[in-house]
Nanobody, 127 residues
Framework: QLQLVESGGGLVQPGGSLRLSCAAS????????IGWFRQAPGKEREGVSC????????SYADSVKGRYTISKDNAKRTVYLQMNSLKPEDSAIYYC????????????????????WGQGTQVAVSS
């Protein structure tokens, strides 16, 4: 069974850094795009970043571009989200998700297109 498990969340001061991990099992990432999404209380779920299945092309939300970096290690079946210069508005539950690439080279941050989701990990940015 395909499973995604996030970890690495926690409490961090503004300007600090966290690295989130998404461990995948039950499938090979060779044919799946992996995305990170977040949802704050009272707000809609939004796409943060994604990385494509084969060429490792990436996409970022404007709000995190230049501060976040997504990467993956196919051998370890793990996708990472390095978050730097964190701001209070980054606080949210962060989810990783996957979708079949359907031979698409690049990934897109369209929430409804992603089929499999992790349980989420809480990120709190506060002084």
């Amino acid at each position: 069974q395909l499973q995604l498990v996030e970890s690495g969340g926690g409490l961090v001061q503004p300007g600090g850094s966290l690295r989130l991990s998404c461990a995948a099992s039950g499938f090979t990432m060779d044919y799946y795009h992996i995305g990170w999404f977040r949802q704050a209380p009272g707000k809609e779920r939004e796409g943060v970043s994604c990385i494509s299945s084969s060429r490792d092309t990436t996409s970022y939300a404007d709000s995190v571009k230049g501060r976040y970096t997504i990467s993956k290690d196919n051998a370890k079946r793990t996708v990472y989200l390095q978050m730097n210069s964190l701001k209070p508005e980054d606080s949210a539950i962060y989810y990783c998700a996957s979708k079949l690439d359907l031979h698409e080279t690049d990934c897109r941050l369209i929430t409804r297109d992603y089929d499999y989701w992790g349980q989420g990990t809480q990120v709190a940015v506060s002084s």
